[in-house]
């Protein structure tokens, strides 16, 4: 009898921990922002503070863009366990890890073959100055900073005049400085974007986006 209550109560055990899913693995997104601070941090940072006689020679390897990528690579593929391709052209740069799911990008860029531009009422741009792209559980999340021909004040004026209701829900709007902000979904899309001034009297519009599945 003692026998057989063990078999039943054991047989529940096994039931119950069968019946208990095991939820998956989130995917991180750490390599992306890890590919972001190393790049800044050998292109950007670095040369700026490297004027001591001991910081010569790297800072002469840093100032070839070659070198200073492939020291970069080195540093995101030891941080991370991934590799991760950095490519340098013109003094624009672009690192995208090997999967193709997170990519960055500074300088002269190209917008991403896939960005929504429906879905943001995207002005055409003058110039692609900045690029993040990153794919986590499936949802796709797009970064673009862009500057275009148009005004300050009419960029601010034509967001105003579509990122409402009814095409868009959830839509927000405020102020700090010389920017406005708008945000809204589309689709079951969030969308922001983001109008700057230039500091400059006669300097270019730059127009921000970042749209994420929902």
């Known amino acids: 009898m003692a026998e057989e209550k063990q078999t039943v109560e054991e047989t529940k055990t096994t039931v119950a921990s069968e019946a208990v899913a095991v939820p998956p693995k989130k995917k991180s997104n750490k390599t992306l922002w890890i590919v972001l601070g190393i790049v800044l941090v050998v292109f950007v940072i670095l ?19 070659e070198s200073g990528a492939r020291l970069a690579e080195s540093l995101v593929e030891k941080a991370t366990g991934e590799n991760v391709d950095i490519n340098t052209k013109d003094g624009s740069f672009t690192a995208k890890s090997k999967d193709g799911d ?7 860029q190209k917008l991403p073959e896939d960005f929504p ?38 960029a601010v004026k034509y967001f105003e005049g579509v990122i409402l209701a009814p095409d868009y829900t959830e839509t ?43």
């Open 102 to 108: 997170s990519s960055i990008g500074f300088g002269d």
């Open 47 to 65: 040369p700026a503070i490297l004027f001591t006689v001991g910081g010569i020679f790297l800072k002469n390897k840093l100032d070839d863009p």
């Open 117 to 154: 531009k429906d879905l943001v009422s995207y002005i055409p741009e003058k110039k692609v100055t900045f690029v993040i792209t990153s794919k986590n559980e499936n949802k796709q999340t797009w970064s673009v900073t862009t500057t275009v021909d148009k005004s300050y004040n009419d």
């Open 172 to 214: 927000s709007t405020f102020g700090f400085g010389n920017s406005q902000t708008f945000y809204g979904k589309k689709s079951g899309t969030s969308v922001s974007v983001t109008v700057t001034k230039s500091a400059e009297e006669n300097g270019d519009t730059s127009v921000s986006y970042i749209v994420t599945e929902g």
